[in-house]
């Protein structure tokens, strides 16, 4: 069964760090581009940060220098370390595998998110 499994959500303050972990199964993972998305109540789903099969990572302007999005091929899991935590980066956030090896070729499988909040 080709799925991705998101993990370590929860709720921190303000200025926390939090990681999430993205386990893949049924497909080759390090074939694929792999990205993270998040969608806040009342607002649109947002690319976060994206990597490539050959390691290029990408970011929202809005998370960049406090995010890194990272990915261990042996193990067919990716990251995504979160530092400096604002109220703002409170949303579900989902792992996705993309289409192709390159990123922004569309999402192929989304999983089914992991929440979380951070208070003020």
């Known amino acids: 069964q080709v799925q991705v499994v998101e993990s370590g959500g929860g709720s921190v303050q303000a200025g926390g760090s939090l990681r999430l972990s993205c386990a893949a199964s049924?497909?080759?993972?390090?074939?694929?581009?792999m990205s993270w998305f998040r969608q806040a109540p009342g607002k649109e789903r947002e690319g976060v940060a994206h990597i490539s099969s050959a390691g290029t990572a990408t970011y929202a302007d809005s998370v960049k220098g406090r995010f890194t999005i990272s990915r261990d091929n042996a193990k067919n899991t990716l990251y995504l370390q979160m530092n400096g935590l604002k109220p703002e980066d409170s949303a579900m956030y989902y792992c996705?595998?993309?289409?192709?090896?390159?990123?922004?070729?569309?999402?192929?499988?989304w999983g089914k998110g992991t929440l979380v909040t951070i208070s003020s």
């Open positions: 049924g497909y080759t993972f390090s074939t694929y581009c």
């Open positions: 996705a595998a993309q289409r192709f090896s390159w990123c922004g070729g569309g999402v192929y499988i």
